[in-house]
């Protein structure tokens, strides 16, 4: 028998006729458990196993498998939830920045999320259709998370009007593609910021606007 406490506990007698709601430490070591997943699957090196990711995110092994039965379960939900964080950033950072400079921010979080899918290439492959699902829809999320970029820039005139998302989407998967095997960060810093610069519409002298930053 486990001596472990359960992620979420019997409602009291006070509350038997109320919904029950996951405790607030479910929810909790799940978010952990996940981002441990992430963190190892990142990391260049032998495939990660269950039991280190537990080690990593302080919970028992039983925690684990009480929100994820497999591996299979843990790859995908973490392949989802890293997508699904990455187009969750583009409205707050269209809302604090130009589109121009939002757009290369999108893209610098992407990177982030192909390392982790990366890491779990052979994985992914490993799940095979419990993967297919979640992916199968990838390309058409971050057309339509570069579509609403591409829209407020052309609004404010600091990108082009002409050029489809899909059209930049393959630039920036081509360029994590294409940098696969050097693994050099500021190879892929100096492509995105071309990409974005190509985007940006012609002044009369002929010049796209520059940010110091970059």
Do not use: C
């Amino acid at each position: 028998m486990s001596l472990e406490p359960p992620d979420s506990a019997p409602p009291s007698p006070s509350s038997a006729g109320a919904p029950r709601r996951p405790r607030a430490d479910a929810a909790r070591n799940r978010a952990t458990i996940l981002a441990a997943a992430r963190d190892a699957f990142a990391d260049a090196g032998p495939e990660p196993s269950l039991e280190g990711i537990a080690r990593a995110a302080g919970v028992g092994i039983g925690t684990l498998y009480r929100h994820f039965p497999t591996r299979q379960d843990l790859i995908v939900a973490v392949y989802s939830n890293e997508l699904d964080a990455v187009l969750a950033t583009v409205e707050p950072l269209l809302a604090n920045h130009e589109p121009d400079v939002a757009l290369r921010e999108f893209m610098r979080n992407y990177a982030g999320f192909i390392a982790t899918k990366r890491g779990m290439a052979q994985s992914l492959q490993a799940a095979g259709d419990r993967a297919a699902a979640p992916s199968i829809n990838t390309r058409n999320r971050v057309n339509a998370a570069m579509g609403t970029i591409l829209a407020a820039g052309a609004e404010r005139g600091v990108l082009r009007s002409d050029v489809p998302a899909d059209d930049v989407t393959a630039g920036m998967i081509g360029i994590f593609l294409s940098t696969a095997s050097s693994a050099d960060d500021e190879q892929i810093v100096r492509l995105l910021d071309l990409l974005v610069r190509g985007l940006r519409p012609s002044t009369t002298g002929g010049s796209a606007p520059s940010r110091p930053d970059w």
